[in-house]
């Protein structure tokens, strides 16, 4: 079999491309009508309609005249725009202008039809522009009426001047119908402009609109997706190819190859809740983990919904995918941070448990044989001086510790607290006496005043209370020199006012403003007369704000500083209190208390304390031997220290609290240096009554065992206790 060669080929497809050129331009082809071979194949069309009704050589002059005025103006494009064009115009109204003067028959019929032919696109082509219309319709316009001029004496001439009316209608008939043309046009072209505008305006907003909404795809991470149910058609947008790692493509890849991007353990229950959306319609959110093309690990949010067709099936599900990895990141590093904090702050309560554990438990023995010592008689003054220093010292020591604990519960927010009616007067003058010694031994005069109209008792938090108003008078008392002390308060709108003012050195202007901050003091410098760790009047501020006040420094009329504050109070009626409910109190003369310590000093001293005032005192080096103890013999009270070694504190109350044994009814208090208020709550909660901090007050120990030696747990209560 014979096969054709390139060579071949190639004459096929050049002949077929010229027989098509030929048949756009012989039938006017959109792609052909202005052309110079269309232009030609008009002309010589013209021509040969004339060649047989004149002498040859005239229509070979006209159509080398044409040619050659068709070939200028092609060269002088655009064409219609230049002389060329109303000369070719001129041309063709000679043609006609012959053929429908000096011919009948046929040619006169074609000489009109070429003059509407000419004109009608002179008009199509130059509608738009008046002046241009005018000029190249000059032509065959003055043919026209030159012809009809001719046309109107020939009536006259042969008596038939009726028909001069036939000519002028033709006339305005072919006039109007140009003029509609080109209105016609020109409405339709400014129709088409318009409607071209918009179109571009449209399309300029909508390019903006999808710029914008790219934009913020981007910045928020988000992408959306079509999906059509019936032909299984995905669609993204760039977000989502992004967020995939993929370059934007005609489609998306299908359900299966999509899967494979995200984590094997999740892509069973992601296809699940998409074919689960196809066909009932119930939007999802999942939180998935994808591995995109260059192997990063993001983490995305997937949100699908569906749309419904009028027959209420699902026709197409959309939604959208947000990268979340950062706000993971973010999330992860706040928990880590969190933990850290937390950590952190476990360590400070700890490290600060154990500090005020190591620091209280050698305080009890040197404030309490110090105490013991003082009252001793036949001390000699020498002797007596060195113990009151000793003390003095043991006591700042412990102000210095229990500043820190209560800056540190305030900052963590664990101060509760525990308002109850108190006499106010009384309140006051103790506060005043606790420092008459000291205020003597400067040459100070105390003085307080209560406002006349202020209730004699008051609701409140008593005991922080008179946190506050000590450290102000202590303060006062540090820093005056001569002259006076006052302590006033009053009652106006629910609030108690108390006011401290002295006559001492007072504070600078510029730096009251650091008065109340933690760890600041006035004379920071290493040469400072007074001590302090800075955190006394931080502590004010805390409790004063926590009690619903405020407190601030005014300096005082005649020098000095004045300290005011102000607690939310209510007035109290004292009768009203209502005592512990407890049962019957057994009296006695002595009490017989079991003191349980791994302390030898600790023991002693509580029991030099005790025995002091007729009680008697059985002892306990650790937790096993008091719960042996207490199992052989009933006691009045039992003061259990917490952290011992073996069996601790805790375990020991909770075993001597068994209702079984001797004393499941006897009162058990802490007597332990751990005092945060975590470790009194744990006190509680293993079946004890109260609790002492170390080191040991002589008042508040003696208070104690009057309270409860004589006092038996009813069954509810024990049962309480020991839960």
Same mark, same amino acid.
């Given at each position: 079999?014979?096969?054709?060669?390139? %060579?071949?080929?190639?004459?096929?497809?050049?002949?077929?491309?010229?027989?098509?050129?030929?048949?756009?331009?012989?039938?006017?082809?959109?792609?052909?009508?202005?052309?110079?071979?269309?232009?030609?194949?008009?002309?010589?069309?013209?021509?040969?309609?004339?060649?047989?009704?004149?002498?040859?050589?005239?229509?070979?002059?006209?159509?080398?005249?044409?040619?050659?005025?068709?070939?200028?103006?092609?060269?002088?494009?655009?064409?219609?725009?230049?002389?060329?064009?109303?000369?070719?115009?001129?041309?063709?109204?000679?043609?006609?202008?012959?053929?429908?003067?000096?011919?009948?028959?046929?040619?006169?019929?074609?000489?009109?039809?070429?003059?509407?032919?000419?004109?009608?696109?002179?008009?199509?082509?130059?509608?738009?522009?008046?002046?241009?219309?005018?000029?190249?319709?000059?032509?065959?316009?003055?043919?026209?009426?030159?012809?009809?001029?001719?046309?109107?004496?020939?009536?006259?001439? &042969?008596?038939?001047?009726?028909?001069?009316?036939?000519?002028?209608?033709?006339?305005?008939?072919?006039?109007?119908?140009? $003029?509609?043309?080109?209105?016609?046009?020109?409405?339709?072209?400014?129709?088409?402009? #318009?409607?071209?505008?918009?179109?571009?305006?449209?399309?300029?907003?909508? $390019?903006?609109?999808?710029?914008?909404?790219?934009?913020?795809?981007?910045?928020?991470?988000?992408?959306?997706?079509?999906?059509?149910?019936?032909?299984?058609?995905?669609?993204?947008?760039?977000?989502?190819?992004?967020?995939?790692?993929?370059?934007?493509?005609?489609?998306?890849?299908?359900?299966?190859?999509?899967?494979?991007?995200?984590?094997?353990?999740?892509?069973?229950?992601?296809?699940?809740? /998409?074919?689960?959306?196809?066909?009932?319609?119930?939007? /999802?959110?999942? &939180?998935?983990?994808?591995?995109?093309?260059?192997?990063?690990?993001?983490?995305?949010?997937?949100?699908?919904?569906?749309?419904? *067709?009028?027959?209420?099936?699902?026709?197409?599900?959309?939604?959208?995918?947000?990268?979340?990895?950062?706000?993971?990141?973010?999330?992860?590093?706040?928990?880590?941070?969190?933990?850290?904090?937390?950590?952190?702050?476990?360590?400070?309560?700890?490290?600060?448990?154990?500090?005020?554990?190591?620091?209280?438990?050698?305080? &009890?023995?040197?404030?309490?044989?110090?105490?013991?010592?003082?009252?001793?008689?036949?001390?000699?003054?020498?002797?007596?001086?060195?113990?009151?220093?000793? +003390?003095?010292?043991?006591?700042?020591?412990?102000?210095?510790?229990?500043?820190?604990?209560? /800056?540190?519960?305030?900052?963590?927010?664990?101060?509760?607290?525990?308002?109850?009616?108190?006499?106010?007067?009384?309140?006051? +003058?103790?506060?005043?006496?606790?420092?008459?010694?000291?205020?003597?031994? %400067?040459?100070?005069?105390?003085?307080?005043?209560? +406002?006349? #109209?202020?209730?004699?008792?008051?609701?409140? #938090?008593?005991?922080?209370?008179?946190?506050?108003?000590?450290?102000?008078? *202590?303060?006062?008392?540090?820093?005056?020199?001569?002259?006076?002390?006052?302590?006033?308060?009053?009652?106006?709108?629910?609030?108690?006012?108390?006011?401290?003012?002295? &006559?001492?050195?007072?504070?600078?202007?510029?730096?009251?403003?650091?008065?109340?901050?933690?760890?600041?003091?006035?004379?920071?410098?290493?040469?400072?007369?007074?001590?302090?760790?800075?955190?006394?009047?931080?502590?004010?501020?805390?409790?004063?704000?926590?009690?619903?006040?405020?407190?601030?420094?005014?300096?005082?009329?005649?020098?000095?500083?004045?300290?005011? /504050?102000?607690?939310?109070?209510?007035?109290? +009626?004292?009768?009203?209190?209502?005592?512990?409910?407890?049962?019957?109190?057994?009296? *006695?003369?002595?009490?017989?208390?079991?003191?349980?310590?791994?302390?030898?000093?600790?023991?002693?001293?509580?029991?030099?304390?005790?025995?002091?005032?007729?009680?008697?005192?059985?002892?306990?080096?650790?937790?096993?031997?008091?719960?042996?103890?207490?199992?052989?013999?009933?006691?009045?009270?039992?003061?259990?220290?917490?952290?011992?070694?073996?069996?601790?504190?805790?375990?020991?109350?909770?075993?001597?609290? #068994?209702?079984?044994?001797?004393?499941?009814?006897?009162?058990?208090?802490?007597?332990?240096?751990?005092?945060?208020?975590?470790?009194?709550?744990?006190?509680?909660?293993?079946?004890?009554?109260?609790?002492?901090?170390?080191?040991?007050?002589?008042?508040?120990?003696?208070?104690?065992?009057?309270?409860?030696?004589?006092?038996?747990?009813?069954?509810?209560?024990?049962?309480?206790?020991?839960?």
């Amino acid at each position: 079999m014979s096969r054709a060669g390139p %060579k071949t080929n190639d004459q096929q497809g050049t002949r077929r491309r010229r027989l098509a050129a030929a048949y756009d331009t012989l039938l006017a082809s959109p792609f052909q009508v202005h052309g110079l071979t269309a232009r030609l194949a008009f002309s010589i069309a013209v021509c040969l309609a004339t060649l047989p009704f004149s002498p040859w050589l005239l229509p070979l002059v006209w159509i080398a005249v044409m040619a050659g005025l068709a070939v200028a103006e092609q060269r002088n494009a655009p064409p219609g725009r230049n002389l060329f064009a109303w000369l070719q115009s001129a041309g063709y109204a000679a043609a006609a202008f012959y053929l429908t003067s000096f011919e009948t028959g046929a040619a006169q019929t074609f000489g009109v039809t070429l003059f509407g032919v000419v004109m009608f696109e002179i008009v199509a082509r130059d509608y738009a522009r008046p002046m241009r219309l005018a000029i190249n319709m000059s032509p065959m316009v003055g043919a026209m009426v030159l012809v009809q001029a001719l046309c109107g004496w020939f009536l006259l001439d &042969t008596g038939q001047p009726w028909r001069l009316m036939t000519v002028a209608a033709t006339s305005y008939v072919v006039f109007r119908a140009l $003029r509609t043309v080109q209105v016609d046009l020109a409405r339709a072209r400014l129709e088409l402009a #318009d409607a071209s505008a918009r179109a571009q305006a449209d399309a300029r907003t909508i $390019r903006e609109t999808h710029r914008i909404a790219l934009m913020a795809e981007t910045m928020a991470g988000v992408g959306h997706w079509r999906a059509d149910i019936g032909s299984g058609v995905i669609t993204w947008s760039e977000g989502v190819y992004r967020i995939f790692g993929l370059a934007p493509a005609a489609s998306a890849p299908g359900l299966s190859e999509q899967l494979t991007f995200f984590d094997p353990s999740e892509r069973d229950a992601l296809e699940t809740q /998409f074919r689960t959306a196809a066909v009932s319609g119930e939007p /999802f959110e999942m &939180t998935l983990r994808l591995t995109r093309t260059d192997g990063a690990l993001r983490h995305v949010v997937c949100h699908g919904a569906a749309e419904l *067709g009028a027959d209420g099936q699902v026709e197409t599900l959309f939604g959208a995918v947000m990268d979340v990895t950062e706000a993971h990141v973010r999330e992860a590093a706040l928990l880590d941070a969190k933990l850290q904090a937390e950590a952190a702050a476990e360590a400070k309560a700890e490290f600060l448990a154990n500090m005020s554990h190591e620091i209280r438990t050698p305080l &009890t023995a040197i404030n309490g044989f110090a105490g013991l010592l003082g009252e001793m008689d036949d001390l000699p003054p020498t002797a007596s001086a060195y113990v009151r220093r000793v +003390d003095t010292a043991g006591q700042t020591l412990l102000a210095v510790v229990n500043d820190i604990l209560d /800056f540190s519960k305030l900052e963590a927010g664990h101060v509760a607290l525990s308002p109850a009616p108190f006499a106010l007067a009384p309140f006051l +003058d103790d506060l005043t006496a606790m420092f008459a010694e000291q205020a003597r031994a %400067k040459g100070l005069t105390q003085t307080g005043e209560i +406002d006349p #109209d202020t209730p004699a008792a008051l609701n409140a #938090d008593a005991g922080r209370l008179r946190q506050v108003v000590v450290n102000l008078l *202590g303060n006062a008392v540090k820093f005056t020199e001569a002259d006076e002390i006052r302590l006033e308060a009053a009652f106006r709108d629910a609030r108690l006012h108390v006011a401290v003012s002295d &006559t001492g050195c007072g504070v600078p202007p510029e730096k009251r403003q650091r008065l109340f901050q933690r760890f600041s003091q006035v004379d920071g410098s290493i040469s400072r007369r007074h001590g302090g760790t800075g955190l006394g009047l931080s502590i004010c501020k805390g409790l004063v704000e926590l009690m619903g006040g405020d407190i601030a420094m005014v300096p005082a009329e005649h020098g000095g500083s004045v300290f005011r /504050f102000h607690v939310l109070a209510a007035p109290a +009626d004292l009768a009203a209190t209502d005592a512990p409910t407890r049962a019957a109190a057994i009296a *006695g003369p002595a009490a017989q208390v079991l003191v349980v310590d791994d302390l030898d000093a600790n023991r002693e001293l509580v029991r030099a304390m005790l025995q002091a005032i007729g009680h008697e005192v059985i002892e306990a080096a650790s937790g096993a031997e008091a719960v042996l103890l207490a199992s052989c013999r009933p006691f009045d009270l039992i003061l259990m220290d917490l952290q011992m070694p073996g069996m601790d504190g805790f375990a020991a109350a909770r075993i001597i609290r #068994d209702p079984s044994g001797a004393n499941g009814a006897t009162p058990i208090i802490a007597l332990s240096a751990d005092v945060l208020p975590e470790h009194v709550g744990a006190t509680a909660a293993a079946g004890m009554n109260g609790h002492i901090g170390k080191p040991i007050s002589a008042t508040a120990l003696i208070g104690a065992v009057q309270r409860w030696s004589g006092v038996r747990l009813d069954e509810t209560e024990a049962e309480r206790a020991e839960a």
